[in-house]
């Protein structure tokens, strides 16, 4: 099945930040450990799920951060659960990655399940959970900070999908 324009931009995105192929257990030495980065925010607002995604579509961000080459670190690497790797296989990755702009203005971090030939799976696009403006701003999904959160304690590393 072709990719939509949406899922291409991902696609290429993707393709543009990490060098497949690539061992699952270890993210790429070419990019950086963002699981601790913190951004100092002064306003933070939770939207649902679906409006983070289209508002992340309609700025065409995957667009932006290729053609302005973002630097891109992982936030969070590794094995999904059982059911994801069932339904997609046993070598699906879970991967987290941050996008930010040289200066910051604009970042964004991002999940997705790959298939160890790069193909996004599930929605076949990026799942935006935070998007960040001029270090001011910090729009994410609802819940999110709470389901990180969790993660961390729970496995004392970086945040989860």
Same mark, same amino acid.
């Given at each position: 099945?072709?990719?939509?324009?949406?899922?291409?931009?991902?696609?290429?995105?993707l393709?543009?930040?990490?060098?497949?192929?690539?061992?699952i257990?270890?993210?790429?030495?070419?990019?950086?450990?963002?699981?601790?980065?913190?951004?100092?925010?002064?306003?933070?607002?939770?939207?649902?799920?679906?409006?983070?995604?289209?508002?992340?579509?309609?700025?065409?961000l995957?667009? +932006? /951060?290729?053609?302005?080459? @973002?630097?891109? !670190?992982?936030?969070?690497? =590794?094995?999904?659960?059982?059911?994801? #790797?069932?339904?997609?296989?046993?070598?699906t990755?879970?991967?987290?990655?941050?996008f930010?702009?040289?200066?910051?203005?604009?970042?964004?971090?991002?999940h997705?399940?790959?298939?160890?030939?790069?193909?996004?799976l599930?929605?076949?696009? +990026? /799942?935006?959970?935070?998007? @960040?403006?001029? !270090?001011?701003?910090?729009? =994410?999904?609802?819940?999110?900070?709470? #389901?990180?959160?969790?993660?961390?304690h729970?496995r004392?590393?970086?945040?989860?999908?």
């Amino acid at each position: 099945m072709a990719l939509n324009p949406t899922e291409e931009s991902h696609r290429r995105l993707l393709n543009q930040s990490l060098k497949f192929p690539f061992f699952i257990d270890d993210p790429p030495s070419s990019l950086s450990n963002w699981s601790s980065r913190v951004f100092s925010v002064s306003t933070d607002c939770e939207l649902n799920s679906l409006a983070i995604q289209r508002l992340f579509n309609h700025l065409e961000l995957t667009e +932006l /951060a290729r053609h302005h080459h @973002y630097r891109v !670190g992982w936030v969070a690497w =590794g094995r999904p659960r059982k059911s994801i #790797r069932q339904e997609y296989g046993e070598g699906t990755l879970s991967v987290r990655l941050l996008f930010a702009e040289r200066n910051d203005l604009i970042s964004f971090d991002v999940h997705c399940y790959l298939s160890p030939t790069g193909d996004i799976l599930a929605s076949r696009k +990026l /799942a935006p959970k935070y998007l @960040y403006g001029s !270090g001011a701003i910090r729009l =994410g999904v609802k819940g999110q900070q709470a #389901r990180d959160s969790a993660y961390q304690h729970r496995r004392g590393g970086a945040p989860g999908a």
